[in-house]
């Protein structure tokens, strides 16, 4: 005997669900088989998580609610034409400059990987230093300068590399500015696309360890010496694809002791086909340190905390499975007050005076708590006329006596440090150097940051900032010889030059600013925010996230602080699922989604009957 099964039901009793069906336990018996919540872009999901696979329509995601990389929309519209390919400025290559973009507030798409040349919305305009008409088919923004170039850039030999999946590739690139007096700078890029995560360049050297299939496409080399502007390209092409494999985990060192205050790391390893997706979990109660960051692989916390003593788990999950590994650090040492180390400046670091001048030193300190600060001169004793008011050293009527190395030095119960300031007299000079620190640094949307212009010269050196290809914004502030960038945004990203000036001369340095997009996070109960179900029987909630950028991590809790029952389990995609419930299970849960932009909760009622 053979039943004729429902739509959604198979088998010789009906007892298993079709595919493109998942079960749902909170209804009757085994529970009912309901369509996957692939939001119409998806056929099938996985049996036990409920995650849509082979997501369509140019979609990704666990239930396919957002839009791939190089297209935007509201994917969870339920349409074929949900996600559409990004404008920057036109839809197909070689127009399309930039290979993302998102949804804006205005409900229009904005471009936010715009490669060098390109400015707008859209990249649809040549910055200074190009032209071009890239909104034409064919058209794109090449490098202007006059007759010729003043300077040349060259992808050495080989150009074109054909490399095994897991090589490593190196391309170099060298320029020649015919401008002698500028420091020439050289940034790689990819055409189409964002870097690889793990590519490295120093010097003009771009290195890609362990290559993968998606690291296949053009690299460019810019070289500015804010004259004029030139490019060379080379080509990546990576074999094979390779099959997927589960995760494998370790974590370096398995076990780790270190004392109150003293720095923390452990690094987590994870091989596997896909890149495995990592994260890091634990600490006491569940809470780690806010200071911790996990980047790279790489868990650290700066200063040890007692508290910070526990078990740490490192997961990790690619399309082939995932697994967790577990390691624990000990604290020794009880927590102390706390406050920080001082850290100090002197304003000017260098001074030429004239004989018989006034000089006046500023030693700008911030610590807690406050510290004492002394004044010394590594001549021998200060001057006896020289005068000291909290951090201001005065030295009237200066002589061939006076001229030397300052030190300021401030202490406190967390540490000591000491700043330089050195006094010439007469007409020494010197032609000026200037250095920019950090050289690369990559801010989240919204944040500050801050380049510091390390210069030095005699007379002391003039100080201006800016940016190739493009004004400095209000948002864009000088103080001290260092740019202060706040509430930074995607077209924050570029290359500064950080230019010192005196009599003698000039000299110039750069920093690359890269800007990492951050998003809140948001959250959805799914079926429904209260659920009923018959003793013994089963049921589930799902913490879907439908926004966040970077990915929020989702985590289930008691409202009341009790730990789950032995029938609870916490699956993949934020589920919290009952099995065979017996009474206790009862109440209210809250489920947290976090990420740096922030975290949201959402609560879920479970009652149960008989």
């Not at 666990?62 to 994917?75: K, M, N, W």
């Not at 030139?230 to 990546?236: E, G, K, N, S």
């Not at 205050?261 to 495995?276: K, S, T």
């Not at 000026?432 to 030095?456: D, F, H, N, Y």
């Amino acid at each position: 005997e053979q039943c004729v099964c429902p739509p959604g039901y198979i088998g010789l009793s009906c007892e298993e669900c079709a595919p493109g069906y998942i079960r749902d336990a909170s209804g009757p018996g085994l529970g009912r088989c309901t369509r996957c919540n692939c939001n119409g872009h998806s056929e099938s999901c996985d049996a036990t998580t409920g995650s849509c696979v082979r997501c369509r329509h140019n979609t990704v995601g666990e239930s396919c609610e957002r839009c791939a990389d190089g297209f935007y929309g509201d994917a969870t519209r339920g349409t074929p034409e949900d996600c559409k390919p990004c404008p920057c400025p036109l839809t197909t290559p070689p127009n399309q400059f930039s290979p993302t973009c998102f949804l804006d507030n205005d409900g229009q798409p904005t471009c936010n990987a715009c490669p060098p040349g390109y400015i707008g919305r859209n990249c649809e305009k040549c910055s200074s230093g190009y032209r071009g008409t890239p909104v034409q088919p064919g058209g794109r923004c090449e490098p202007t300068g006059g007759v010729s170039p003043t300077i040349r850039v060259r992808v050495e030999e080989p150009r074109t590399q054909r490399l095994p999946v897991g090589a490593t590739v190196t391309f170099r690139c060298t320029g020649v500015s015919q401008v002698s007096e500028v420091t020439y700078t050289l940034v790689w890029t990819k055409e189409g696309a964002a870097m690889p995560a793990q590519a490295t360049e120093a010097s003009g050297v771009l290195t890609i360890p362990s290559v993968r299939p998606e690291d296949t496409g053009t690299y460019i080399c810019t070289g500015s010496d804010l004259t004029s502007v030139a490019q060379d390209r080379a080509t990546l092409l990576v074999e094979g694809t390779g099959r997927p494999t589960p995760p494998r985990v370790t974590i370096e060192p398995h076990y780790q002791e270190v004392k109150v205050g003293e720095p923390v790391e452990f690094r987590c390893i994870a091989e596997g086909f896909p890149e495995p997706q990592l994260r890091w979990t634990g600490g006491r109660n569940n809470q780690i340190n806010p200071q911790a960051t996990f980047v790279a692989g790489f868990f650290r916390i700066p200063s040890a905390r007692k508290s910070d003593e526990a078990e740490y788990f490192c997961s990790a999950t690619n399309s082939a499975g995932s697994e967790s590994m577990r390691t624990v650090l000990l604290v020794r040492g009880e927590d102390t007050a706390t406050g920080e180390e001082p850290q100090l400046t002197i304003t000017p670091s260098t001074y030429e005076a004239q004989r018989l001048e006034t000089v006046v030193f500023q030693c700008r300190v911030t610590a807690t708590p406050t510290p004492s600060i002394t004044w010394s001169f590594s001549g021998g004793q200060l001057p006896e006329d020289s005068s000291q008011v909290g951090g201001v050293l005065t030295l009237p009527r200066v002589t061939e006596n006076h001229q030397g190395v300052y030190v300021c030095t401030a202490s406190n119960v967390h540490g000591t440090a000491q700043a330089q300031a050195r006094l010439l007299i007469g007409s020494r000079r010197s032609p000026p150097t200037a250095r920019v620190e950090p050289e690369r640094q990559t801010i989240m949307q919204g944040s500050s940051g801050e380049l510091r212009c390390i210069v030095g010269g005699i007379p002391r050196p003039t100080v201006s900032w800016s940016k190739v290809g493009a004004d400095l914004s209000n948002r864009h502030r000088i103080q001290d010889d260092n740019l202060f960038i706040s509430d930074v945004t995607v077209e924050d990203r570029g290359l500064y030059v950080c230019r010192a000036e005196n009599r003698d001369g000039s000299a110039q340095a750069s920093a690359i600013v890269e800007v990492e997009r951050r998003e809140v996070p948001a959250i959805e109960l799914y079926p429904e925010a209260t659920q009923t179900v018959i003793r013994g029987g089963s049921s589930l909630f799902q913490c879907r996230v439908t926004a966040g950028i970077p990915t929020p991590t989702v985590e289930w809790v008691r409202a009341d602080g009790s730990p789950f029952t032995s029938s609870t389990e916490i699956l993949n995609g934020g589920v919290i699922r009952f099995n065979r419930v017996t009474g206790d299970e009862e109440g209210t849960y809250i489920c947290t989604a976090e990420n740096s932009g922030g975290r949201v909760t959402a609560q879920a009622v479970l009652r149960i009957q008989g």
